[in-house]
């Protein structure tokens, strides 16, 4: 039987590790090929290995998404050896955290090369070959982070806040062209940026937990149940869908106040 994404080609950036590695992955078992656009070689070539382990097809491509030359050269070679991009992930990404006076400049550029240029550095690269085909979908990783605001946490919400604007304002450029681009706002995933966001804390464990609580649904996200809407909004599954922002986050912004209640269920 066909699968579900037979033989299309599919770039996820930030593939190394984490959301992107999962996403490679679920990708690679629905029959893509696969890049894996990512800036630690290590942890790139370890992913590759283990999918085309599994008979897949998948291509460790050294990958800067902070730098628009890295990210086209990253797509030329993807068209040469597994051919045009069907589907691009813009999943890089990198805490910046500070209190905002505290915070030198060379941070503020940090975050917004990774987390904003590398995102419309993806989409820059990707369009012309999508528009030679009038076809194409682009799913931007965005966060939690990307339309509600956690103190001191400067100024990671804000390029989050700018990948969901510029999701909305290409999607409506190349809406008629045959190409889809929306937009995933994750919350608290399991994944090493998440174990290091926690060893900042005082007690890594015990914030661990209170962060859980405040969770409706009790626990943290899997990288799995990221990457399955993922690779729905990448699919022909929902073509209607355009410039589209989805939450999938256990439930978390639903709430107002962080702590109120009192642990009781
Ligand atoms: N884990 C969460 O709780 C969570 C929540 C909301 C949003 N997100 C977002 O999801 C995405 C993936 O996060 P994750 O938790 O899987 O993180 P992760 O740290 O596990 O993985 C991120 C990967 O991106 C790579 N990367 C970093 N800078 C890069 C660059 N300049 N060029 C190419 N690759 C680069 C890293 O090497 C790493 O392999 C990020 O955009 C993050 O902001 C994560």
Redesign the pocket.
Known sequence: MKKRFQDKVVIV?????????RTAERFAEEGAKVTI????EK?GKRVQENINKTGANSLFIK????IYESVNQMVEKTISSLGSPDILIN?????VFSEPLKMPDSEWKRAF???LD?VWYGCKAVLPHMLDKSKGSIVN?????GFQIIPNCFP?PIA?HGVIGLTRALAVDYAAKGIKINCI??????????D?FFNTKPNPAEARKEAEYRQPIRR??T?TEIANAILFMSSDECNFMIGANIIVDGGITLKIHENDDTGAD
């Open positions: 950036t930030g593939a190394g590790s984490g959301i992107g590695e656009a990512e800036l630690d942890a990958t800067d998404v902070a999943n890089a990404g990198i805490n090369s990774v987390d590398g990783v965005s966060s939690v982070h990671y989050k706002s994750p919350g608290y995933t399991e994944t090493p940026i998440l290091r943290m996200g990288t």
